[in-house]
């Protein structure tokens, strides 16, 4: 990389701290103010720096123009597809992927068990709201008052006994996930189904889907199931990584011992399940 491009490149996320003068942007490039300002001119050109009339400079607007494009040519889909496959491949369990979208969440990629027992959900149908694991993913990075105003709109059906009761049960649910970063269905939805999932954030941090491992409870114990957790969490974070090309924090993540423990509670309070055709 050449020396003017690397400096320039450098500019940019000393903006996005805030706003500099030329002083500050010369110092922290150890360059000569004549230099500084030549690089700060050429990126104000482009739209990607705004000169203040305090003299101080600034992101520009063409920059937030630019990272909206790319964001929405991704695929999340496309990204995610190849990581669920290795998923898949690794455990033999069935493997989804999830979005919010028009108020409701939808399977937007599926890749079957390697065992006779297939799952009942299907690519673009709708998952169970209030149970699943990959809705309250996605739903737990809500704002809380837009949680809070979904969770009062919903309809609670009683899949199983341990499906989410009503609105404040749910609300509590989704405090738990958000705080935790991983959700878990056991037999919520369908009693003979164990599910544990994680979240794909983008480039700002927020959750942009969601994936899934499911398997039958009579293959799959519970214990068995979430001492999976990890190797779910881990993909999800390597597809946030392709997508937003962000490597996010692997924070605290339970081993498998870890995971397993926290089962009798996650059962009541995460959630997938495959939707029913």
Same mark, same amino acid.
């Given at each position: 990389?050449?020396?003017?491009?690397?400096?320039?490149? /450098?500019?940019?996320?000393?903006?996005?701290?805030?706003?500099?003068?030329?002083? +500050?942007?010369?110092? @922290?490039?150890?360059v000569h103010k004549s230099t500084a300002l030549r690089l700060l001119r050429t990126l104000h050109e482009h739209g990607l720096v705004y000169r203040?009339?305090?003299?101080?400079? $600034?992101?520009?607007?063409?920059?937030?123009?630019?990272? %909206?494009?790319?964001?929405?040519?991704?695929?999340?889909?496309?990204?995610?597809?190849?990581?669920?496959?290795?998923?898949? @491949?690794? *455990?033999?369990? *069935?493997?989804?992927?999830?979005?919010?979208?028009?108020?409701?969440?939808?399977?937007?990629?599926?890749?079957?068990? +390697?065992?006779?027992? /297939?799952?009942?959900? +299907?690519? !673009? +149908?709708?998952?169970?709201?209030?149970?699943?694991?990959?809705?309250?993913?996605?739903?737990?990075?809500?704002?809380?008052?837009?949680? $809070?105003?979904?969770?009062? /709109?919903?309809?609670?059906?009683?899949?199983?006994?341990?499906?989410?009761?009503?609105?404040?049960?749910?609300?509590?649910?989704?405090?738990?996930?958000?705080?935790?970063?991983?959700?878990?269905?056991?037999?919520?939805?369908?009693?003979?189904?164990?599910?544990?999932?994680?979240?794909?954030?983008?480039?700002?941090?927020?959750?942009?889907?969601?994936?899934?491992?499911?398997?039958?409870?009579?293959?799959?114990?519970?214990?068995?199931?979430?001492?999976?957790?990890?190797?779910?969490?881990?993909?999800? /974070?390597?597809?946030?990584?392709?997508?937003? !090309?962000?490597?996010?924090?692997?924070?605290?993540?339970?081993?498998?011992?870890?995971?397993? %423990?926290?089962?009798?509670?996650?059962?009541? $309070? !995460?959630?997938?399940?495959?939707? $029913?055709?």
């Amino acid at each position: 990389m050449s020396q003017s491009v690397d400096r320039a490149l /450098r500019i940019l996320p000393l903006l996005a701290r805030g706003p500099a003068d030329l002083g +500050r942007v010369a110092a @922290e490039l150890d360059v000569h103010k004549s230099t500084a300002l030549r690089l700060l001119r050429t990126l104000h050109e482009h739209g990607l720096v705004y000169r203040q009339a305090d003299q101080r400079y $600034r992101l520009g607007a063409r920059l937030f123009t630019l990272a %909206g494009e790319a964001v929405e040519s991704l695929d999340v889909r496309e990204i995610a597809h190849p990581h669920l496959l290795r998923l898949n @491949e690794e *455990t033999g369990h *069935t493997v989804h992927l999830a979005v919010h979208q028009d108020a409701e969440v939808l399977y937007i990629d599926k890749v079957d068990s +390697r065992y006779p027992v /297939r799952m009942y959900s +299907r690519i !673009g +149908r709708p998952v169970a709201i209030t149970v699943a694991a990959v809705a309250k993913l996605l739903l737990a990075d809500l704002p809380e008052a837009e949680r $809070r105003a979904l969770a009062e /709109r919903l309809e609670y059906p009683r899949y199983t006994e341990r499906s989410t009761a009503g609105p404040e049960e749910f609300l509590r649910e989704l405090a738990l996930v958000r705080e935790q970063g991983w959700a878990a269905d056991l037999g919520g939805h369908e009693e003979t189904i164990n599910c544990v999932a994680a979240p794909v954030r983008g480039p700002d941090g927020r959750v942009v889907a969601a994936m899934s491992l499911s398997a039958p409870g009579a293959l799959v114990g519970e214990a068995e199931l979430l001492e999976l957790l990890p190797l779910v969490r881990r993909t999800a /974070r390597a597809v946030g990584r392709d997508y937003s !090309g962000v490597d996010e924090p692997a924070g605290d993540e339970p081993d498998g011992d870890g995971a397993a %423990g926290d089962g009798p509670g996650a059962d009541e $309070r !995460g959630g997938a399940g495959p939707e $029913r055709p």
